[in-house]
């Protein structure tokens, strides 16, 4: 691979690379980089760098950040993020997640876990019942239900399924534009972008309940909604009503849609594998003991950890990022101009088999290992890295960690073949039909059999 030119040149103006990028993502990015760890790709009337190498990786997110923004890309996402904290830039940005942040501090987390715990038994209720269920629909609907009640001290409960729907609509609707040969304008009355709109305005109308509602009655909360409602700037003006639905909107997509499909693909992962599963069980039984955990014990279920970690490999539910360059940078001596559009992939770099070995293999093993994830550079982001760290990382860490022995508790899963488990790569990777599993009650267990010989 080092004696290629770097980077190696791929595609053209013509319409072959623009489709196999539109069909298949994955499978175009994956090919790309086992080729190459440097692509400058032409798809259609657009170029962009495909960096699939973890010391450029880390280069551009970590040493020479200050070189990139976000990337173009990102702008589609606008008419429904706003401003927001993922979207934003420079100064702004800065204030803004430092005004977010003790919302993730470790003390806030604590007592966000109570309503984690809470919401994620009320499901498990459902769950002791067995059947056949999309637990990506369920997943979502926690999340959204702990986005909003920790966050914004509202319950979403009877919204969830319609929010849902909407995200998928302004997501692919979004998706559409990014990849498309000429995006067309959102005002264009075509029934997509009619879609498009409606969905927008119900989301919107949510988010700025949260914000009336909080304003009607005046109570703190104590919440990051507070906090973002008390800032003031320098002039002592509070923060417009505009730039608090972006943040809100913000915190609550981001906050709820990565870690719902994290925790649904982990799932997936443990009922296709029984022996993964069994070993799970082992652990929560030793710690657990049929409880809920809390902060501190999950601290003490390591194989569980490791599981999340491997579900977040294989399945980031970020699977790529992109960064536009503002200034020349350099990567391993190759000089790129500023305006350079640069796409790192989690999916790529976390089925490399340079850095991680059996790289399609469900193995959380790996993670026990306390070298893992091999360096240098960034073999493993899930979260991105550098300044733009998410945001979320904790909340989200800690959300999967409780709730995967929550539900796992009562329930052995296994797979079920329809309809058929296919990731969508969106702005997140979704399962694109669902994701069905098959739940076998668990019986509360005093009994010596293994789990796998205790099912009817
Ligand atoms: C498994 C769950 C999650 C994954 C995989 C994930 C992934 C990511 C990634 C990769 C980025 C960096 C994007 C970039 O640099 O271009 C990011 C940023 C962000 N995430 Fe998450 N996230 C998750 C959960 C959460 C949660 C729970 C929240 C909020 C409660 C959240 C809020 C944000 C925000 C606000 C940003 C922008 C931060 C900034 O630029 O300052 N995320 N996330």
Redesign the pocket.
Known sequence: MEDRPVPTSVGGPGFRTFWALRRDPLAFFTDVARKTDLADIQVGPRRFLLVSHPEDIAAILITQHKKFI?GRGLQFTRPVLGNG??TSEGEF?QRQ?RLAQPAFHRDRLASYARDMVRVGEALAEEWRAGGVRDVARDTTRLALAI?GKT?FNVEVGPLADQVHADLGTLMRYTNRRIRAFVPLPTWLPTPASRRFRHALSRLDAVIYDIIRQREATGKTAGDVLDRLMAATDEAGGHMSHAQLRDEVM??FL??HE??AN?LAWTFYLIAQHPEVQERLHQEWEEVLHGRSPDPGTVERLPYTQAVIQEG?RLY???WM?ARQAVAPFTLRGYEFPAGTQVVMSQWVMHRHPRYHPEPERFWPDRWLDRSYPPGPGLTYF???AGP?L???RP??LLEMALLLPILGQVAWLSPWPKPPVVPEPLITLRPKYGLSLRLEPLPARADPRTVAEALP
Do not use: S
Request: charged residues 10%; glycine residues 14%; contains cysteine.
């Open positions: 976000k904290l993922l940005w997640r986005a966050l913000t915190l981001a906050g990565t870690t994290g977040l980031p539910p970020a990022m899930p979260f991105g733009r998410c945001i979320g909340f989200a």
